[in-house]
Each structure stands twice: as structure tokens, then as C-alpha cells.
């Protein structure tokens, strides 16, 4: 069963952001609008569950509304409903399932549970009046998907393709980068004051690991460096630690961009693919976007690093998964259900 599925409003509410989108079938996102919870959960220094999915019980109708407001569309101009069904905190799952749920029922319209992790590979396809892909860029591409709960190497061959390559074995990078600005008195989430700090220091003020950079397998671990990190600050004069801020900051993220750009690197040899994308939160840090620019250059591959709207947690992603499954004839039921962790046939797992 295909069909036409020209445009839908697809909901994002899998971890702290309340986002809704209007995206058509070729990936135009008409409107897309979130609401950060940041100030609600820095207080706390990491996300707080049940905070998380309160504010998106407060936060998603209203912005429901105002997507269609700004698109001037009705519910009869919208041909489907997507949301995010996993992976995710339960609760916040719950707000935008139920949601989804209830508006596909009064309003007759088809319903898909996308998984997240499917969304941010497919970013790079999304299209505005200020960004589109280049026309060259095609399946199969490697993608580097590097946020505050996960990170992980993909090959992604078509829609619902997709393999595991690699992924971290503990911590998620921008989970790391999150609890060493911690260590350094930086508030939740300390992953872009430690970009900005970097920018004023020296990577190579102090030595920190880069954990499996040599292993020949595209998994990563990030806990062994942030515990050196940790002893480091603990054996430094408070001091030298207020004085040298911006030095730890940058040798810290050296190490991180480091590993990424020599898994990267594996990935391109072991599968001699040079579409490569890098996209989740941790993608804003200007380190690795320069380091990963320098090496695509090296290496001949077409690198895309879709815009800081679409690499961090939006709806315009989920709902471009959402429409190409909706047109392969996919459908949900209104017993979707939310799922803290991806299902069986999500990826194919190529870990070795
Ligand atoms: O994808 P995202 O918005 O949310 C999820 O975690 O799903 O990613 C947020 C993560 C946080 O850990 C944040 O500290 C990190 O991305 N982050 C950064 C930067 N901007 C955001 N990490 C390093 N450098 C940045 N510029
Ligand atoms: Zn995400």
C-alpha cells in the first residue's frame, strides 16, 4: 500500500525539547516551533524527568496551534500525524503520544511512531528557504549522531537501512562534555560554554586520553576521559583551575574531536563511503565542525553537517522520517506505545 501523503505535523517531545513541525514529502519544512527547557532543568544540573514531561504538557498544544497558525493551514491541509515513539524518557513519550493520538482520532487522520534516532540521519534531506543538501548528496552515507544521550556511527543505505557501525561504551559524548563543565562550576548544559571557553585555549595545555582511538573498531568510550579529567582538576591549585579554564576546556575537547575524527576516518576506509554526515547537539561544537571540514577536504568526502535547527532535537526531522514511511504505506495504531529504547528491527547491529 503507497499513498500521498503531501503534508503532516509531527511532534518531537523524546527528552527535554517540546518541538512541532509542518513538513511536506520532499523534505520543506513549512514551519517548525520548540520550547527549551534548559532554565528549567539547570537548577538541578542535569534533566529532570518528571520536569521534562510536565513542561511538555504545558508547552505542546500551544504549540501545536501556533505551527499552523504561522503555516495559515487547517487540520484539513494536514494529511497525517507523526510522532516520536522511542527511544526516550517514558513520560515525556507519553505527552506527545497521547497527543498525537488523540488528534489523529478526532481528526481522522493516519498516525506513525518514528524512532528519534532515524530522524536526526535523515536531517540532512530537510529543506528551508536557508538551507537545502547539496544535489550531489545520496545514500549510502556514514553518519556520526552525537548528542547528550547518544553516539553512535551509522551506515545508512535508504530509508529504514540502517546499520550500527559503532557506537560509544559508556558514556554519550555530549553526556561527557556536560559533567566535565560540571567539574569546572559551568552550568547545565555546559557543552557549549565549554566550546566557547576552548576558543581562547590551548589543547595541548594538558594531556588527557583518547580512549580506542587505535582499537580497529568503530566503538568509543568517553568515561575513562572524563576521569582523568576529573583527577586532573582534583590534583590542580583551585587556583590554576579558575586561572587555566579555558586550557582545560580545549584540551578536553581536543580529545573528543580527536577520536571522532579518527572514527570517522576507520568508518571511510572500512566501508570506502564518502557521503559522511555529523548531526546531534554535540555537532554545534565549532572544534569538531572545523576538524571534520579539514578531514572531509583530506579525504575527498562530501560532508554535511545539516543546520544547528535541524542537528539539534526538532520536529522537522521526525516528520520527514514520518511522511517517507507514511507514503511506503506504514501505518500506527491507536495503541502506539512508547519505548524507552529502540526496537529489534530498528538497526542492523554491525558492532564488532
Ligand atoms: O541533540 P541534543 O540537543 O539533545 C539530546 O541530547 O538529544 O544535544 C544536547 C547535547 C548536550 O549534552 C550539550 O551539552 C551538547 O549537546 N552540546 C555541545 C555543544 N552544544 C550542545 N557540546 C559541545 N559543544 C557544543 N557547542
Ligand atoms: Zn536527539
Known amino acids: 500500500m503507497s499513498s500521498n501523503f503531501k503534508t503532516v505535523l509531527a511532534i518531537e517531545t ?10 511536506g514529502q520532499d523534505g520543506w ?8 527547557q ?28 501556533k505551527t499552523l497558525q504561522n503555516c495559515q493551514m487547517s487540520w484539513n491541509q494536514i494529511d497525517g500525524i507523526v510522532v516520536t515513539n522511542r527511544p526516550g524518557l517514558i513520560g515525556s513519550l507519553i505527552v506527545g503520544i497521547v497527543t498525537a493520538k488523540t488528534l489523529a482520532h478526532i481528526y481522522s487522520k493516519p498516525l506513525i511512531g518514528i524512532n528519534h534516532l532515524e530522524g536526526h540521519l535523515l536531517a540532512p534531506f530537510l529543506k528551508d528557504s536557508e538551507y537545502s543538501p547539496p544535489s550531489e ?50 552550568e547545565f548544559p555546559g557543552g557549549v560554554k565549554v566550546d566557547q571557553l576552548s576558543s581562547q585555549g590551548n589543547p595541548k595545555a594538558y594531556q588527557l586520553p583518547r580512549s580506542m582511538i587505535h582499537e580497529e573498531n568503530l566503538n568509543m568510550s568517553f568515561s ?18 579558575q ?21 570517522l576516518d576507520r568508518a571511510l576506509k572500512q566501508t570506502s563511503i564518502k557521503n559522511v554526515i555529523v548531526t546531534g547537539g554535540v555537532s554545534a561544537n565549532r572544534a569538531l565542525r572545523a576538524a571534520a571540514t579539514l578531514w572531509a577536504e583530506k579525504r575527498k568526502a562530501q560532508l554535511v553537517i545539516p543546520p544547528m535547527r535541524y542537528c539539534t532535537d526538532n520536529a ?37
Open 14 to 23: 523524546s527528552c527535554d525539547d517540546t518541538s512541532v513541525a509542518i513538513v
Open 243 to 263: 586561572e587555566h579554564r579555558a586550557d582545560l576546556c580545549a584540551s578536553f575537547q581536543a580529545a573528543v574531536v580527536d577520536v571522532f575524527i579518527a572514527k
Open 316 to 352: 522537522a526531522m521526525i516528520g520527514y522520517a514520518g511522511i517517507q514511511r507514511l507514503n511506503r504505506g506504514e501505518r500506527s495504531q491507536l495503541d502506539l506505545g512508547p519505548y524507552p529504547h529502540i526496537l529489534e528491527n530498528d538497526f542492523v547491529d554491525r558492532r564488532v
Open 137 to 186: 548528496f545520496t545514500y549510502p552515507y556514514i553518519g556520526l549522531a552525537v548528542s547528550g544521550g547518544h553516539t553512535s556511527l551509522y551506515r545508512i543505505d535508504g530509508l529504514g537501512q540502517y546499520e550500527v557501525l559503532g557506537a560509544t561504551l559508556d558514556d554519550a559524548a555530549g553526556e561527557a562534555f556536560d559533567k566535565f563543565a560540571k567539574m569546572l562550576g559551568l
Open 38 to 65: 534548559d532554565l528549567a532543568h539547570a537548577p538541578f544540573g542535569g534533566i529532570v524527568p518528571e520536569i521534562a514531561c510536565r513542561n511538555h504538557s504545558v508547552a505542546l498544544l500551544p504549540l501545536i496551534e
Open 29 to 36: 519544512v513549512h514551519n517548525v516551533v520548540s520550547a527549551n
Open 224 to 241: 575513562g576521559l572524563k576521569a582523568s579529567a576529573q583527577r586532573l582538576i582534583q590534583s590542580l591549585p583551585a587556583q590554576e583551575v
